[in-house]
């Protein structure tokens, strides 16, 4: 991306609870277009779960999560929480996972994608013990979630982070992370 601040760059909109088991059912097509319609470039979703890649400047794409979440609640009347990231970051989040460093199995990984910085004290307060065997590590903006017997019996949920770190956070699996890296150097 280029030095300059103004400059264009490519972002990853996470959005959470969209088209999972039936609920909140909303079309790509239209969520691409909520995009297009805020001033975003090159837009393109990856899978029914609310992966959306743009290409936008960096004004534009700090208003997205809040201009997409009300879209969503004027079109379709859902609250949806809307995680937004450079694409650039992402690569640093793959990076950083303590789990993989350490040789973790990359099918049982996950990353919980925060609004906003955890409070030190919040974090502090975090049950290392809430879920065994699962494992957690909270860096920056970013939780990396190690779950051996998967996400379906982990109580490492949404839920549990937003509530006790007062932010806003949505989880993706491994192979998303990693795809969604590759997708944006398309657009780069």
């Known amino acids: 991306m280029s030095a300059d601040p103004n400059a264009e760059g490519v972002y990853i909109a996470l959005l959470r609870g969209i088209n999972v088991g039936g609920k909140n059912r909303l079309p790509m097509k ?5 995009f ?42 859902y609250e949806i929480p809307v995680v937004t990231r450079r694409a650039a970051d992402l690569e640093a989040v793959v990076q950083a996972n303590p789990f993989v460093q ?26 290392p013990n809430r879920s065994p065997p699962d ?9 990396y979630l190690h779950c051996p017997n998967g996400m379906a019996r982990s109580k490492l949920t949404n839920a549990y982070f937003d509530s006790r770190l007062s932010t806003v956070s949505t989880m993706r699996n491994w192979k998303t992370v ?6 944006a150097a398309d657009l780069d």
Request: net charge negative.
């Open 30 to 34: 239209d969520l691409a277009a909520m």
């Open 135 to 143: 494992e957690f590590a909270v860096r920056g903006r970013e939780i």
């Open 178 to 183: 990693r795809k969604l890296i590759e997708l």
């Open 36 to 77: 297009d319609d805020a001033g975003c470039e090159g837009v393109r979703t990856y899978i029914q779960s609310g992966n959306v890649l743009f290409r936008a400047d960096p004004k534009v794409a700090e208003e997205i999560p809040t201009l997409i979440s009300a879209s969503i609640q004027r079109g379709f009347g």
């Open 102 to 127: 350490a040789g973790a199995e990359t099918d049982k990984l996950h990353v919980v994608f925060l609004a906003d910085p955890p409070d030190t004290e919040h974090v502090e307060a975090l049950d």
